[in-house]
């Protein structure tokens, strides 16, 4: 109400008096409705900013804070198209001069966390390493400064997690694999081994309930057996700083409803006593 008020008086201003709200002003009320998981609202104020700087009103000049703010407000809702959307249109605000920048690792980022969140399986997971490797090209090419980080990989694997791709568990792994390696040098953490271990497990699980042959599918889970003890043997050899950095029972947790589910015949017990999970 507060912010209408504002509004109202605005649009009755003389020609040299000081508008009551500016660009900010509409950034706090965008992140406001961001939070609440409320993009039509974000974005709506969005435009009615962008209408009242084309209007002439200075003060609602567009900067990167307001472009970030609706970007992750349809990031948020697990809206991926919206959220190209706006990653696209910062790229012409910028080329036109508008933006002071070109999106980096952060808004790239932003649209393989939305697919992650629109709960769309298997689309959800190719797509957003599609869009990883997008970045990855765009980085080492110079065409922006997006370099994947530790949140651009967890949102790839963790969608392959949620995958129903038979394959969702060689691909996590590779991921793992590649975030350790250079040019990223990253360390993974414990729910990062734990997403992995959950692609696997699911994987395992998508296998039986598939037309593979059983000769194939029993093949298939001696050999993502034989990936998942490794991995927690390399869990097993972790000290230090490594265990603090999550909420080690919860992820725990995690791992324990992952080797439960999985299509493991004996695997859930091996594994669970592996981690003391039982």
């Not at 009755?12 to 409320?38: C, D, I």
């Not at 697919?115 to 970045?135: F, H, I, K, P, V």
């Amino acid at each position: 109400a507060i912010f209408r008020q504002a509004q109202e008086k605005d649009e009755k201003l003389g020609e040299n008096e000081v508008p009551l709200l500016e660009t900010n002003s509409y950034n706090t009320l965008m992140s406001a409705y961001a939070n609440r998981k409320m993009p039509d609202s974000t974005e709506n104020l969005f435009h009615e900013l962008v209408a009242g700087y084309n209007a002439g009103n200075e003060a609602l000049r567009p900067n990167i804070s307001i472009y970030v703010t609706r970007l992750q407000a349809w990031a948020k809702a697990g809206n991926p198209e919206m959220t190209s959307l706006v990653l696209h249109e910062m790229v012409a605000a910028h080329e036109s001069g508008l933006l002071e920048r070109k999106p980096d690792t952060r808004e790239f980022t932003a649209v393989l966390q939305a697919w992650l969140r629109s709960n769309r399986s298997t689309l959800a997971a190719e797509t957003a390493e599609s869009g990883l490797r997008q970045m990855m090209h765009f980085a080492a090419t110079n065409q922006f400064d997006c370099t994947p980080n530790i949140y651009s990989f967890m949102a790839v694997i963790t969608s392959y997690a949620r995958s129903d791709s038979l394959n969702a568990g060689t691909k996590a792994l590779s991921l793992l694999g590649e975030l350790q390696q250079a040019p990223y040098n990253l360390a993974p953490n414990f729910l990062t081994y734990a997403e992995v271990i959950t692609a696997i497990c699911r994987s395992s699980s998508n296998v039986l309930k598939s037309n593979m042959h059983p000769n194939q599918q029993n093949q298939f889970l001696q050999e993502q057996e034989s990936v998942l003890i490794q991995l927690i043997h390399e869990l097993q050899s972790k000290t230090g700083s490594f265990w603090t950095q999550t909420r080690t029972d919860d992820v725990l947790r995690k791992i324990e409803r992952a080797l439960a589910s999985s299509g493991f015949v004996a695997q859930s017990e091996q594994s669970a006593s592996y981690l003391h999970l039982e």
